[in-house]
Nanobody, 118 residues
Framework: VQLQASGGGLVQAGGSLRLSCDAS????????MGWFRQAPGKARDFVAS????????SYADSVQGRFTISRDKAKNTVYLQMNSLKPEDTAVYYC????????????WGQGTQVTVSS
């Protein structure tokens, strides 16, 4: 799976951004799509995931209630709607994909920078 992320930028605290991840694959039906982020000097952390062929979603506690992951099957695109952004959300955001049942995400897109000013 080839992944291309976009939509990052600079926003003030309390603002919103929507990230997009375009996926190129013959079929995504058996994939889990995810978003991760990495702040400077920190490890890459899980943010959210969605089951492409179903409705299951999962979120990190730190973004629960503020971020929403969704997918557009017609466009082969995964979105991350980020609301009520905080300075601690500042990071490089990556989209990723894995086969259902796989322990780790195998495919990664390039990152997109999100900066939240206070």
């Amino acid at each position: 799976v080839q992944l291309q992320a976009s939509g990052g930028g600079l926003v003030q605290a309390g603002g919103s951004l929507r990230l997009s991840c375009d996926a190129s694959a013959r079929t995504l039906s058996y994939y889990v799509m995810g978003w991760f982020r990495q702040a400077p000097g920190k490890a890459r952390d899980f943010v959210a995931s969605v089951l492409w062929g179903g409705r299951g979603t999962s979120y990190a506690d730190s973004v629960q209630g503020r971020f929403t992951i969704s997918r557009d099957k017609a466009k082969n695109t995964v979105y991350l709607q980020m609301n009520s952004l905080k300075p601690e959300d500042t990071a490089v955001y990556y989209c990723a994909a894995k086969m259902r049942g796989a322990a780790t995400f195998q495919s990664w897109g390039q990152g997109t920078q999100v900066t939240v000013s206070s």
